[in-house]
């Protein structure tokens, strides 16, 4: 008992600082979490809630545009992440070593985009699209070719919002990888060319392996983000052409805030929930583990 | 040591409980100012009002004042309210939601249990709270002297059950607009009508219309827009659903375009737009964006209200979009005789469970809807009232052609529940439609199999239906 709260009284000050952030945590993240699985069992009316079990998981799994939801989800995340991950090492490898002033230049350049609102880069995207008034329409017509509308057309739709997305995103991903590429000991490079090994060969055998855990956070915090993607759709799609590129984000929003179904959406959201940690569960482990 | 430490522990306490504090404190404020007060002092009780409104006409009056806005209207009158109010001392909060976010918002703060107390809007698109119980009937603030002077047709539309859910204030009929400088240019003189008529064109008048305008216009600019992005402005898709004499709803209120004159229909549509006589990818354009191309003379036919339609013509005369010739005319139809409907407007009151704030928010609702200098704003759009339409329509000719018109009229929700559900199942179909992903009869088919699941479900837990 004595020792108990000799330990309590030693790490009190901790706790009381991390008081303030878990109290937080507690509010914000998992009280939402308790009650987003508690109303995918209830059906919501105005001011009525009636528990119905898991119909609306039922529900859920008879929609084929819920299916069509994940599909899109999961070729978004595959997508988007692969590109990203591949093009910031690209990228990174390329110009790390170089010239300081060089890399602060490709740095921002790649970064300026990350600053700017997925809104508003959504927003040009749809200037630039528009089959009707769009910049890239009016260019084609110009010079006479015919005009292809991207949005429009469901084979073009899911790459076009895969390119917008990564492009806005990767500048994130470049930085990190600069910044862990910098800080891999040169000596490492050094033996290496004394060795004659070639710089493809660094790359792949020295520099990749040693910023994984950088590869493993970009690959996890983007496979997180890729998962809630919902403004581009909103803002240049709509879910469209008949569905072809909604996302489980943007039906989980369509069902609770469009329908007004907000058990399916909770169900949604739960769903999405465990994917998330299925997800992050064996990545993390394998992060912790590195350190 | 643990002197030091005690501090520090001490500090970190403080730190929260002043961070708990500063969050509870707002809470306390925002409760005080709601509750309305019971103060003694002797002045009147502050009662304060969230008025939420779409887009309607800009001005008090008339958009050509300055400063003129959406909200310009209701801070007007509030402000006339709450100086001759003698039971409370009244605050009016307005804010303007875009119409595409009303439900999203709505059901945002329905389920946070924060509504707004009136809501001003179109009754088409409120229909969905009736069923669903979250408004409060007003039959207690209709008189007699209202039911009078505004024609029972309106009264219809607002009436739920048995009960007037929304005070009606002015009606907004949708029609067709063209630039008349386009059609000359294209020598179509002889089927453009007069500037203070509604043109009405036959279905065989309009197929030449299109045909010519595609072959003369410069290039860029498209004989009619037509759009699919979303449920923006979709009457008008539904009503060129009903151009070949399709009913849309039978008595019980399903669905039943699934019949050669809707199949038509949609043939006739997916005809027009693989032709080129409408604007390219409809399936990726919203109304906004039709609406603009028409501005901007890009679109030679567009679809209209006279809200939209005197906006445009403010815009025009203060110089921010180009001038032209801009009139009206009908949806045209295979009978001959054109396709009409109008979205009532009016004033709702949502439950927010403060009895007071609710007395309040209904007394400024009628207020707004009978002071009679105030319902004059009503020939923004045009006036439900017969005393209003009466004194202007000497100015405003257009009402006496929309008077005509008033014959043709379709009601084009059914007054069906899910109404809001059901707008999001006709986009997607049409969108396959014009993509080539489904035929016309395969869209309309699954859209006629998914928009009446869409209105079973909603009738099984509507408290209209359930009595």
Request: proline share 4%; net charge neutral.
């Amino acid at each position: 008992m004595k020792l108990r709260n000799y330990h309590w009284k030693e790490n009190v000050t901790g706790y009381l600082f991390i008081l303030p952030q878990f109290l937080m945590f507690l509010i914000f993240i998992v009280y939402p979490i308790i009650e987003g699985i508690r109303l995918s069992l209830y059906k919501v009316q105005f001011n009525q809630e009636t528990f119905v079990g898991f119909d609306n998981y039922v529900t859920l799994f008879h929609d084929p545009v819920f299916f069509k939801s994940i599909y899109n989800t999961v070729i978004f995340v595959v997508f988007i992440v692969l590109l990203t991950v591949g093009f910031s090492i690209f990228v990174a490898s390329s110009v790390f070593d170089k010239n300081a002033k060089y890399v602060s230049f490709i740095r921002g350049s790649y970064y300026i985009p990350v600053m700017v609102s997925m809104v508003v880069m959504s927003m040009v995207w749809g200037f630039l699209l528009n089959p009707a008034n769009g910049l890239i329409s009016y260019a084609a017509r110009e010079m006479d070719f015919s005009i292809v509308n991207l949005l429009g057309n469901k084979h073009t739709v899911l790459p076009v919002i895969i390119f917008v997305t990564f492009a806005t995103n990767v500048g994130q991903a470049i930085i990190l990888y600069i910044a862990a590429m910098i800080g891999v000991p040169k000596d490492l490079f050094e033996a290496a060319e004394v060795d004659g090994a070639s710089r493809v060969r660094i790359i792949f055998q020295i520099l990749i392996p040693l910023v994984k855990p950088t590869t493993i956070y970009i690959t996890i915090i983007n496979i997180i983000a890729v998962l809630k993607i919902f403004v581009v759709i909103q803002l240049l799609t709509g879910g469209g052409p008949n569905n072809a590129s909604v996302t489980m984000m943007y039906y989980l929003y369509n069902n609770a805030f469009k329908y007004n179904q907000l058990g399916v959406a909770s169900a949604v959201g739960v769903i999405m929930f465990l994917i998330t940690m299925l997800l992050s569960i064996p990545q993390l482990r394998a992060m912790f583990k590195e350190k | 040591m643990l002197k030091k430490r005690m501090l520090s522990a001490t500090t970190a306490l403080l730190v929260v409980m002043s961070l708990l504090a500063g969050c509870s404190g707002g809470g306390q404020k925002d409760a005080d100012s709601s509750s309305g007060g019971d103060s003694s002092s002797g002045k009147k009780d502050k009662v304060e009002l969230n008025l939420w409104l779409t887009p309607q006409w800009k001005g008090v009056m008339d958009a050509s004042e300055q400063n003129a806005d959406y909200d310009s209207f209701f801070k007007y009158a509030a402000d006339k309210f709450s100086k001759q109010y003698d039971k409370h001392d009244v605050k009016v909060n307005v804010q303007v939601i875009a119409g595409d976010q009303r439900d999203e918002m709505l059901n945002v703060n329905l389920n946070g249990g924060t509504p707004p107390d009136i809501f001003f809007e179109s009754v088409f698109a409120m229909g969905d709270y009736v069923h669903r119980g979250a408004l409060e009937p007003l039959d207690d603030i209709v008189d007699d002297a209202a039911k009078k002077d505004i024609d029972q047709k309106y009264w219809d539309n607002v009436t739920f059950g048995d009960k007037v859910y929304f005070y009606p204030f002015a009606h907004n009929p949708g029609t067709l607009a063209y630039n008349a400088d386009m059609f000359k240019a294209a020598g179509l003189d002889s089927y453009v009508g007069d500037a203070n008529a509604i043109q009405t064109w036959t279905m065989d008048d309009y197929d030449k219309i299109l045909k010519t305008l595609k072959e003369k216009l410069p290039k860029g600019s498209y004989p009619m827009g037509l759009y699919a992005l979303n449920n923006q402005g979709d009457t008008w898709n539904l009503a060129y659903l009903r151009m070949f004499g399709n009913k849309f709803f039978d008595d019980q209120g399903n669905i039943i375009v699934d019949d050669e004159n809707g199949i038509k229909a949609a043939e006739w549509l997916k005809k027009i737009y693989s032709e080129g006589y409408t604007n390219p990818g409809a399936e990726s354009v919203s109304s906004n964006d039709a609406n603009a191309m028409f501005q901007n003379q890009q679109l030679a036919i567009s679809f209209t209200n006279p809200v939209l339609f005197n906006n445009s013509k403010a815009d025009m005369e203060a110089g921010k979009a180009p001038k032209f010739d801009i009139r009206l005319a009908n949806i045209p139809s295979s009978s001959g005789s054109p396709l009409s409907f109008t979205y009532v407007i009016g004033a709702s009151v949502f439950k927010t469970g403060d009895a007071v704030k609710t007395q309040v928010a209904k007394d400024f609702v009628k207020f707004f809807s009978t002071d009679p200098e105030l319902v004059k704003s009503s020939k923004n759009s045009i006036p439900v009232r017969s005393s209003v339409a009466a004194e202007f329509k000497d100015k405003y000719p257009l009402f006496a052609a929309y008077d005509a018109n008033a014959s043709n009229l379709f009601n084009f929700t059914g007054n069906v529940p899910g109404y809001s559900e059901l707008r999001q199942v006709l986009y997607p179909e049409l969108q396959a439609m014009y993509i080539g992903e489904k035929t016309p009869a395969q869209a309309i088919k699954d859209y006629q199999t998914k928009g009446n699941a869409v209105i079973q479900k909603a009738k099984e837990s509507s408290v209209i239906f359930k009595k």
